[in-house]
């Protein structure tokens, strides 16, 4: 597993505010991706409720509060694939 994804797979945990309400998958660009369910979040690429794609500059600027997950996603850093309700949900849990 890449250090891009064990940092932010421990970056997410502590961020999370509550449980997550469905599967979200967080895919950085050429280092893996992370899955969210409940309050679990680990490295994994299963199936989810949604799908969100963006580089690791991006990815690391959402979880260090520099990004907003909206504004990010309107100038096209980030992708959204799947349930927008859950995505908007999660957005706000890391803000």
Avoid: C, Y
């Amino acid at each position: 597993m890449s250090e891009v994804i064990n940092g932010a797979v421990a970056a997410l945990r502590e961020k999370m505010s509550g449980s997550f309400d469905g599967t979200a998958k967080f895919v950085i660009e050429g280092e893996g991706a992370i899955m969210i369910e409940g309050d679990e979040v680990r490295p994994g690429d299963e199936e989810a409720d949604v799908t969100m794609t963006a580089d690791t500059e991006t990815f690391q600027e959402i979880l260090s509060g520099e990004l907003n997950p909206t504004s990010a996603f309107m100038s096209g850093k980030l992708s959204v694939d799947g349930d927008m309700g859950k995505a908007m949900s999660l957005g706000s849990m890391l803000s």
